[in-house]
């Protein structure tokens, strides 16, 4: 059974601290890796997609990979309330297994004013 | 404008009955899923359809049957409608089939009662 595991959390953190998520996954051959954001009620947005080992940036985003290890991790610098939500981490199977995206259980995020 | 849309956001039914639920996107993506997410905020993949043929079709009770009429629809419809089928139901779609990037609907929240 290919998993992808994560801390449920909550994960609470102070106004501008930096957020630590972290993921890791059992399918050695998988390629493409993804943060998905959940708000209470609403429905999955994707915020960062990661498909090479090392760190990819967008905005207070930081998304690392190391698939040596199997982990994936999302760093949210300058944390917001507004960041306050789960989040997804996903993993697509690999192309010749295919095509589904896993997801984890995700990791609440709760930043504190 | 939405980019994909469902109907009806809560449907509230009794044990036994038959249920549909309909799914819009106007990205142009070809590729659609239906997910569960169980009220462990697991979620998890249902059914894929790329351009109107069925790619993923997970072990889902076969009271469940998606029919996608055009690439830009994606119905869900339930027979005899069990307890265990409480969830919301989520649409996505993508652009290419099994693209991690996946654009979510607001969801279908379900009550068996």
């Known amino acids: 059974q290919k998993e992808v595991e994560q801390n449920s959390g909550p994960l609470s953190v102070p106004e501008g601290a930096i957020a630590s998520l972290n993921c890791t996954y059992s399918?050695?051959?998988?390629?493409?890796f993804f943060w998905y954001r959940q708000y209470s009620g609403k429905s999955p947005e994707l915020i960062m997609s990661i498909y090479s080992n090392g760190d990819k940036e967008d905005g207070r985003f930081t998304a690392q990979l190391n698939k040596a290890s199997q982990y994936v991790s999302l760093l949210i610098r300058d944390s917001q309330p507004s960041d306050s939500a789960t989040y997804l981490c996903a993993v697509r199977e690999p192309v010749d297994s295919s095509y589904k995206l896993i997801f984890g259980s995700g990791t609440r995020l709760l930043v504190r004013p | 404008d939405t980019a994909v849309s469902q109907t009806p956001k809560y449907l509230v039914t009794q044990m036994g009955n038959d249920k549909s639920i309909k799914c819009e996107q106007n990205l142009g993506h070809d590729t659609m899923y239906w997910y569960k997410q169980d009220s462990k905020k697991f979620l998890k993949i249902m059914f894929s359809?790329?351009?109107?043929?069925?790619?993923i079709n997970e072990t889902v009770p076969n009271r469940f049957s998606p029919k996608s009429p055009d690439k830009a629809h994606l119905n869900l419809h339930i027979n005899s409608l069990e307890l265990g089928d409480s969830a919301v139901y989520f649409c996505?779609?993508?652009?290419?089939?099994?693209?991690?990037?996946?654009?979510f609907g607001p969801g279908t929240r379900l009550t068996v009662t």
């Open positions: 996505a779609s993508s652009q290419g089939e099994g693209s991690g990037e996946q654009y």
């Open positions: 399918d050695r051959g998988s390629q493409s």
């Open positions: 359809y790329n351009n109107k043929e069925l790619i």
